[in-house]
């Protein structure tokens, strides 16, 4: 026992030694790490402005310049019309908490199809969401400033409350998460974890650490 002791503490020491030579050091994560896990948690249901949207696919590709493409698909029902829709986008990424957002959401098109056999229902459904619109409650429409206005609230609440990773939450590394990690970095394979090594040594060592 005494032999493994000391055969671990020259490999710790070299890792700390190494640790505070660095001010940071990157984790990455990449894109089909992402992807599962975007995947795991659909289908994602968002009620907003009148409407309940279903997003059944969100498809999220890094990219060179920091920002995210996104590519979804899903069923949006509202004022009695239900339909398929469309949207792709881009966005950042924010840290916050061990849990990772979409943030800065711009939507560059949305489209929607109504499934409904019945013009009167199409009117109504119409009315309803033009209705909404002018009590400045916005509306998803069929089309133009309507659509993408309604796609816009869908967006805000998509990035304030659905992370689209999870840092892992239980033991070491969940501990190091949660007292080391300073923010990610988009990149075109993933992104990257940025890690204080004074503050991941720190939680190796069992204290706590305020990162800036």
Known sequence: MLKILSGLVIPVALLIIGLLIMNTFTVPVS??????????????????????VKIEMLDID??????????????????????????????GLRYEGGQVFLTDLDIDDVSFKPKVTDPAALIIGALGMFQNAQKGEGSSGFSGDMMKAQARAIADRLSGSTPIYTLPETGLKAKIAKNAVQGVVVTEDGFDVSVSARCAIKALLGGTCTTP
Do not use: H, M
Request: proline share 2%.
């Open 31 to 52: 894109k089909s790490a992402i992807q599962t896990r975007v995947a795991a948690r659909l289908p994602l249901t968002i009620e907003t402005r009148g409407t309940t």
């Open 62 to 91: 890094t990219q060179a310049d920091g920002r995210v493409r996104l590519n979804g698909a899903g069923v949006v029902s509202g004022f009695g019309v239900d339909g398929d829709a469309t949207f792709v986008g881009t966005s």
